[in-house]
């Protein structure tokens, strides 16, 4: 029988991407067909913002399907790992972090939270981590639990590690992603490391973890690699 591989998932909502398209096609299709100026112009405005959509998912898709491991193993890289740590991962989606720090860990545990919104990563749910860490051979080293990052129930000063990719620029307020830097600066050790990559908002994680008083900065994605668009805030927690 052939064996299973992991299956990390589609970030984003695929069908609603494709129906966006459809959607350009469809409107640009109608405002050329009009017979007047304003519309033509309208058209190709229509037509610049329709190519700009193509252009990222076209990036995007091929970070999912060539990009997502390599980029994960360059966070992973980021962190000096000596096998005990207590590791969490925000919005671990299929566990893509989790399951990778897992395999950095001997006596060390990951836990990996979400709130599996459908919209943010196709057929989400806690089954296709628990899945993909049994794939992995590191079930017993992984804890997964629903959880919104912007309020957990995890003591101060509990994790060595925390990372989180592709999942804050989910919380639609300002507000909301500070309160989940916040967390995240709560919830980590002193001297502990936060490494938060995403497509957007990163200088105001980094603002945010300032306020907390963390150190850090952001390391941008490499010119022309297939997660060129992902920037990497690195903040470390300082001792108090
Ligand atoms: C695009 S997926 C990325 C998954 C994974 N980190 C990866 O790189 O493959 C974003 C994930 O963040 C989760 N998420 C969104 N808002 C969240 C919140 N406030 N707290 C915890 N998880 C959240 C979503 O449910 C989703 O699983």
């Known amino acids: 029988m052939k064996s299973r591989l992991p299956d990390y998932g589609t970030d984003g909502d695929p069908t609603a991407m494709l129906l966006s398209l459809i959607a350009f096609v469809i409107v640009d299709a109608i405002l050329f067909l009009i017979h007047s100026q304003v519309f033509k112009v309208l058209a190709c405005l229509v037509l610049a913002s329709g190519m700009a959509f193509l252009s990222f998912v076209f990036w995007h898709v091929l970070y999912i399907k060539f990009g997502k491991l390599r980029h994960r193993d360059a966070i992973l890289s980021l962190v000096e790992w000596k096998g005990n740590e207590t590791v969490l991962d925000v919005g671990t989606g299929r566990g893509l972090l989790l399951i990778g720090a897992a395999k950095m860990l001997g006596k060390g545990k990951a836990i990996g939270i979400d709130i599996w919104r459908r919209q943010d990563m196709a057929g989400n749910g806690p089954e296709g981590v628990l899945l993909n860490a049994k794939l992995e051979g590191v079930s017993d080293k992984i804890e997964v639990r629903e959880e919104d990052i912007r309020k957990t129930s995890f003591p101060p000063d509990f994790f060595d590690v925390v990372f989180s990719n592709l999942c804050l620029h989910n919380i639609p307020s300002i507000e909301g992603r500070e309160a989940a830097c916040r967390e995240i600066a709560r919830v980590m050790k002193p001297s502990g490391v936060a490494i938060i990559s995403d497509g957007f908002h990163t200088n105001d994680y980094l603002a945010a ?32």
């Open 209 to 240: 973890f300032t306020k907390e008083g963390m150190e850090g900065k952001i390391i941008k994605g490499k010119f022309l690699s297939k997660s060129f668009w992902l920037h990497t805030v690195v903040a470390v927690k300082n001792v108090r």
